[in-house]
């Protein structure tokens, strides 16, 4: 664990970057730090590998003083990606990568398969080992940041705005790859960023800072969309907390039925006799039309089809039931033509659809287990209840948000 502890920081020339701050980064996680710029950010994450001293309170790493460890040990321990990857421009990017495996000695070989090992773990065509960053795209070269600060296997990963620089569609290739790495690497990561869908994306906890180098409030991303601790938070959180915040539940939950999917070779007897009888016409006039495997193919009226007509409406786009959050399935139902959302399985075979009361009683159920309200501003019915948020969190499975890194 990293503890910053009541630490402040103050240039020479009187500003005070960082103010009291105290964190506790827990290990094998990611930790953001967000804020507007100028609040702090880079100052605190440069005190927690040494390349900028603290003026008061102190940093441990695993229960000891940072200062009390050789400087070059500890950085070494701490590895280190900007933005726009400060790569050495002179330097092959194989090289690049093998910098510190390099000064840490390993002979030329060794260096040269870590640093491939490390292009394919990081998503880069082991090809690209011989050219130079400039040859290189600006999302390619952010890749080999990470793979270089990777290369030593430090089990500390200071990354500073690392994604900024680069579009938002490789930004959110960049991002599904840290998460994706992380899940088998397990590192102590500092992330900072300025954009708080980054930090509620990546953040397994997320301390927000103010100008001044104060903390606003620290938490699980989840828990900042429910209740910002003030105004400041709440007008950086942005709009449309509540759906975000769906983004942080199961569609596991959404009750689906599979009796209006039909195959696009049912016959009009078929129909008829079997699938129509089945169905409540008054709340369900519509069949989901799928080809002969099952994959969905659009909407029909189900009165009109049974009798020979064979228009379908597209069906906008499907969920991924028992991966994707609650979020996307509301986003099923509410672009969905008919108002249903339609529920596929991993390999695109439609298994359900639900109409949007459906989703609606399953995002009651998810709120009802972990409250939007915190317990102090519940109403206690009549005695026995205890805290809200304990073991009904527990029982609430939380899901990456856009189902990256499940
Ligand atoms: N070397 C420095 N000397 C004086 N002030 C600095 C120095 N570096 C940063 N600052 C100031 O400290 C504050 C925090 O900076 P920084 O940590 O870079 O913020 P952020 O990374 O959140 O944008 C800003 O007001 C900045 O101008
Ligand atoms: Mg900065």
Redesign the pocket.
Known sequence: MILIDAVT?R???G????DRLTLEIPDGSITV?V????????????MINRM?DLTEGRITLDGADIRDQPVNALRRSMGYVIQNAGLFPHRTIADNIATVPRLLGWDRRQAKTRALELMERVGLDPALAKRYPYQLSGGQQQRVGVARALAADPPVMLM??PFSAVDPVVRKGLQDELLRIQAELGKTIVF?T?DIDEAIKLGDMVAV?R???KLAQYAPPSELLTAPSDPFVEDFLGTDRGVRRLSFFTAAGVELTSLPIVAVDSTAEQLTERTLPALDLGKTPYLLVTDTEGRPLGWADAKLRAAGDTALTPYGHSFTAGRDSLRAALDSAVLSPTGWAVAVDESGRAVGVAAQETIAAAIRDAHAERPVLLPSQVAEPDGDGGPAGTAAEDAAVPVRPDGAGA
């Open positions: 920081k240039y020479p020339d500003t005070t970057a960082v730090l804020g507007p710029s100028g609040c702090g950010k880079t100052t605190t994450l440069r900028i500073d705005e900072v300025h800072l100008e001044g180098g």
